[in-house]
């Protein structure tokens, strides 16, 4: 896979270490959402190094008043593909507690792998927050994709796209359909067999996650 500009792919030794466990088939339903959320946490904090709307205030300590920087109040909303993007919520409200949440479901029809869409709920004012679209799986790509172009359409200008586990077919086609969005991926595997789904992978999130299977 070539390189992009807005494509991040993290190569840090805990994440990979925790990786490790959530795709191991043994891993319980209990450990694998906890895993989820705990990477989703690690990941939030690399990829709002930057971007993130900020603002001085005024404190003061026991000694003296000093100027700190502080994230604006209501600046960020956590979107989710429902439903295994539900899963990364709570790694993101670690760090940010009063993040809104909006919600956009869709399903991938299984035999022509194409997303459908059939739920959209955003917060008022969501076109002028930071906007974290979150799925664990970025397999074809359809799915993020069409999530992006729906924000996109709702007026939304700054977005960034989290996925845990990514593989090349879907990390090329949303940088390339959208090379305004920046796309943070815990680790690239290594391609999707005939159905959609990423090998080596961790199988179907949503099912590990719910305990659906």
Do not use: W
Not at 26 to 39: A, G
Not at 80 to 86: D, E, F, T, W, Y
Not at 149 to 175: N, S, Y
């Amino acid at each position: 896979m070539k390189n992009y500009e807005n494509v991040v792919i993290f190569d840090h030794p805990l994440i990979r270490h925790k990786i490790a466990i959530l795709r191991d088939e043994r891993t319980s339903m209990k450990e694998f959402r906890e895993l989820v959320e705990e990477i989703t946490t690690l990941m939030t904090y690399e990829s709002l190094k930057s971007g993130v709307p900020t603002t001085d205030i005024e404190v003061k300590t026991p000694l003296e008043t000093c100027t700190q920087t502080v994230v604006k109040d209501n600046s960020i909303v956590i979107v989710p593909i429902l439903r295994a993007g539900l899963g990364m919520v709570n790694g993101i409200h670690v760090l940010f507690p009063s993040a809104r949440v909006g919600h956009i479901g869709m399903y991938r029809d299984e035999e022509t792998l194409q997303p459908q869409s059939y739920y959209c709920k955003l917060p008022a004012g969501i076109e002028d927050k930071l906007v974290m679209v979150v799925d664990p799986m970025l397999a074809t790509g359809g799915s993020a994709c069409d999530a992006i172009q729906l924000l996109k359409d709702r007026g939304c200008k700054h977005i960034k796209f989290m996925a845990i586990i990514g593989a090349p077919e879907g990390v090329t086609r949303v940088a390339e359909a959208h090379p305004d969005v920046d796309i943070y991926v815990s680790t690239l595997d290594r391609c999707l067999n005939e159905n959609g789904y990423i090998l080596p992978g961790l199988g179907d999130a949503g099912d590990r996650l719910f305990g659906t299977k």
